[in-house]
């Protein structure tokens, strides 16, 4: 099953306010370039980084999600993937802490695996992700109250 992450907005804030700063100083410096009729290499260095960084941040924001597929839990964060084994999940738990993708909430999920593996998600929807985990791996702790769980 496909389960699209829960976004915060100031998490929104944290990926798009930096982008669209850049991006508005990026057109002030193409439009004095071509005031003053000298466009200046390092400007092209520049403009190319601020497309890196755009499409990083973008593949980000619109391209989380998690994955259940059989006994394995794929999870994408931009151009990033994992793969975590379902049985390896020793415990879940709750936080709420601003670090860790893959999630973009505060509202995460917390995943113990493997000896000393941690990662964080954030689906929208939390009882229906962890209930179907729950189904794969029995033996995992469920250290988080969900409604109905």
């Known amino acids: 099953m496909h389960f699209l992450p829960k976004k ?4 929104g804030c944290l990926i ?3 982008v669209i700063y850049v991006l508005i100083i990026i057109v002030i410096e193409v439009i004095s370039s071509i005031i003053k009729g000298e466009f200046e290499p390092n400007l092209i260095l520049f403009i190319i980084a601020y497309v890196l960084m755009g499409a990083l941040l973008s ?5 989380t999600y998690y ?7 794929k999870m994408r964060y931009g151009i990033f993937k994992k793969t975590i084994r ?15 993708p893959p999630a973009l909430s505060f509202d995460k999920i917390v995943l113990h695996y493997g000896r000393l593996g941690i990662t964080t998600v954030s689906p929208l929807e939390k009882t229906e992700f962890v209930r179907q985990l729950v189904e794969i791996n029995k033996d995992m702790e469920v250290r988080i109250k969900l409604k109905d769980l």
Not at 86 to 100: G, L, P, V
């Open 8 to 11: 915060d907005k100031l998490i």
């Open 16 to 18: 798009w306010v930096p």
């Open 59 to 63: 593949s980000i924001w619109f391209h």
């Open 67 to 73: 994955t259940i597929t059989g006994s394995l839990l």
């Open 86 to 100: 379902i049985h390896e999940i020793k415990a879940i738990s709750a936080a709420r802490i601003a670090t860790r």
